[in-house]
């Protein structure tokens, strides 16, 4: 069984910081990274502290539907799940959270929802019959019935090619991507056509640098060899999704192609889908915690009916700096 000194030596560090984190004390100061480090490392040890087990008898029990079969290929995880329970710790003592995935068509019971993208009107219809407790992350709902979190996608692009062709000074700036047709729509056209308009607006679109094809670890991987084969690089690329860029990256290190003295690379996170070999990599999270604080947030708050005004929060995605680029 772990121990609270096993917790202190994970996320390196002292007894007292985690003891004070963990039980929620208001007069610790520490940086919003080491809390989440604490936090983590606890919920992977599997350690409970005793306030936390006092407080467990008294929690309530939620299960949250999480709709992303908009934004995440059917076929593939969202392994985000996994480490939500963690952040919930975080957020709120009041309640203790299960998350599920669900699938159009298929009933589950669920306390609220999670809604990632755009979605017919039949699939709301569908979402509204399982919960009146809707949170709808990047969506287009203009009718303000629901909770909702938007994404200033845009701004995420543009900062995205500010930071490489103004700040870092890359001459070019490529793509390697794909794009998923399924049953529910298609997934990855609009950050492609957006990156492509910014670059056109700029005049530095080059179209030889652009690579597409599926949304997956293997179609990267092709891509990136061919690319290399044609010297269809640009100084810098921008890669799609996490599993293109674990196929791209892979065939970087075979070709003996130099990150990022060779070509800067910058990933496009969405969901994840798998975990990174590459968790050091520069990116655009456009899912980062805060996006997940704000729809727990606003759902706690519907299903303790302790709000009836929808509320639509506009949040940044964040550009997180690392050694790709």
């Given at each position: 069984?772990?121990?609270?000194?096993?917790?202190?030596?994970?996320?390196?560090?002292?007894?007292?910081?985690?003891s004070r984190v963990l039980n929620k004390d208001?007069?610790?100061?520490?940086?919003?990274?080491?809390?989440?480090?604490?936090?983590?490392?606890?919920?992977?040890?599997?350690?409970?502290?005793?306030?936390?087990?006092?407080?467990?008898?008294?929690?309530?029990?939620?299960?949250?539907?999480?709709?992303?079969?908009?934004?995440?290929?059917?076929?593939?995880?969202?392994?985000?799940?996994?480490?939500?329970?963690?952040?919930?710790?975080?957020?709120?003592?009041?309640?203790?959270?299960?998350?599920?995935?669900?699938?159009?068509?298929?009933?589950?019971?669920?306390?609220?929802?999670?809604?990632?993208?755009?979605?017919?009107?039949?699939?709301?219809?569908?979402?509204?019959?399982?919960?009146?407790?809707?949170?709808?992350?990047?969506?287009?709902?203009?009718?303000?019935?629901?909770?909702?979190?938007?994404?200033?996608?845009?701004?995420?692009?543009?900062?995205?090619?500010?930071?490489?062709?103004?700040?870092?000074?890359?001459?070019?700036?490529?793509?390697?991507?794909?794009?998923?047709?399924?049953?529910?729509?298609?997934?990855?056209?609009?950050?492609?056509?957006?990156?492509?308009?910014?670059?056109?607006?700029?005049?530095?679109?080059?179209?030889?640098?652009?690579?597409?094809?599926?949304?997956?670890?293997?179609?990267?991987?092709?891509?990136?060899?061919?690319?290399?084969?044609?010297?269809?690089?640009?100084?810098?690329?921008?890669?799609?999704?996490?599993?293109?860029?674990?196929?791209?990256?892979?065939?970087?290190?075979?070709?003996?192609?130099?990150?990022?003295?060779?070509?800067?690379?910058?990933?496009?996170?969405?969901?994840?889908?798998?975990?990174?070999?590459?968790?050091?990599?520069?990116?655009?999270?456009?899912?980062?915690?805060?996006?997940?604080?704000?729809?727990?947030?606003?759902?706690?708050?519907?299903?303790?009916?302790?709000?009836?005004?929808?509320?639509?929060?506009?949040?940044?995605?964040?550009?997180?700096?690392?050694?790709?680029?």
């Open positions: 069984m772990a121990t609270i000194k096993d917790v202190a030596q994970a996320a390196q560090v002292s007894v007292a910081a985690v208001s007069n610790i100061s520490v940086s919003p990274e080491v809390r989440t480090r604490i936090f983590r490392a606890a919920h992977s040890l599997g350690y409970v502290s005793p306030r936390q087990r006092r407080e467990a008898e008294n929690k309530r029990h939620l299960i949250i539907g999480v709709a992303d079969w908009r934004i995440v290929r059917p076929d593939r995880h969202n392994i985000r799940l996994s480490s939500m329970s963690c952040l919930v710790q975080m957020m709120t003592d009041r309640y203790e959270v299960s998350f599920v995935r669900l699938a159009f068509g298929e009933v589950q019971k669920v306390d609220g929802i999670i809604a990632f993208g755009i979605f017919t009107s039949q699939e709301i219809d569908f979402l509204r019959s399982l919960s009146y407790a809707i949170v709808f992350v990047n969506s287009n709902q203009n009718n303000y019935e629901f909770d909702q979190v938007q994404i200033d996608f845009d701004q995420g692009q543009k900062q995205v090619v500010s930071y490489l062709l103004d700040q870092k000074r890359y001459t070019g700036l490529g793509y390697i991507g794909g794009i998923y047709n399924g049953q529910n729509g298609s997934i990855g056209t609009h950050r492609l056509a957006a990156i492509k308009k910014i670059l056109q607006e700029r005049g530095q679109y080059d179209p030889r640098t652009f690579h597409v094809g599926e949304i997956s670890r293997e179609s990267g991987y092709c891509l990136a060899k061919k690319a290399v084969e044609e010297h269809t690089l640009a100084e810098a690329m921008l890669l799609g999704s996490d599993e293109v860029a674990e196929g791209v990256l892979d065939a970087f290190r075979e070709l003996g192609v130099r990150i990022p003295k060779d070509v800067a690379v910058i990933i496009y996170q969405d969901i994840q889908t798998l975990e990174s070999k590459w968790p050091t990599g520069t990116c655009l999270e456009m899912y980062p915690d805060y996006v997940w604080e704000n729809a727990l947030e606003l759902l706690f708050g519907r299903i303790s009916q302790r709000r009836t005004q929808p509320v639509t929060v506009m949040v940044p995605p964040q550009l997180k700096i690392g050694d790709t680029a």
